[in-house]
Each structure stands twice: as structure tokens, then as C-alpha cells.
């Protein structure tokens, strides 16, 4: 999609930022680990909390779940358990650089039927895939 800093986790925290506007529930945050999905895609300067306005930006609550104030939540979740991705828990995913090391997990994901923006740097320019 792009090298570093070419906007990758810009344009997904702001699909994820959409998604809860619009009610969609719940959303699955894939990160290669806990520590760069945190880090990069929730608290990173181009992530989940800075694209949010103060009155809209979603809560962290424990170690992996997020809340928005409309009730929207996303669980945030690492690529090495692809196991987790399958069947109907999640209504959209966002995955960030997890197709580079979890292979079985992005396949998973991007296999689940729901909308999914992979944000991997390097390979093909996905869009958001609506089933």
C-alpha cells in the first residue's frame, strides 16, 4: 500500500473512526503484536485516538479493548493467534502490518466476510473490502 509514512495508519484510524460514527460494533484491531498495535495504531500520532475529537475519541479500557461514547467497541488483538479472527465476533477489522509476519492470521481475517482495511506496508494497494 505504501512505504513508512505514506499514511497507512492515518487512512485506517480514520475508516475506524467512520465505522463508530456509523454504529459499526465491534471492531477487531490486529496488530504483528499488542505492543505495535497500542503503540502505532491506537495511541501513535497518526492513530485511533488522533484522529478522534475529544467528544468522540474512544476510551481504553484494560489491555486490549476500546469504547467509544456512542457504545461502539474494538477488541484489539496480535497476529500470532489467526484462530481468533474466524466467524462472526467482529463486524469490520483493521489490520496493520500483521500480514507481514502472521500470514494465517491476515488470511483469516481477510477471509472472515467483514470489512477490512490491511494497512501493510509494502505489497498490493488494498481498499477497504466490503463482502
Known sequence: MGGRGSGKTRAGAEWVRQLARDGVSPIALVGETMTEALDIMV?????????????????????????WPNGVAATILTASDPERFRGPQGDADFAGVAAHSGRAAYGAVSSAGRPLWHGASGGRADQPRHP
Open 43 to 67: 495511541r501513535g500520532e497518526s492513530g485511533i485516538m488522533a484522529v478522534h475529537r475529544d467528544d468522540e475519541r474512544p476510551v481504553l479500557r484494560g489491555k486490549n479493548h476500546l469504547s
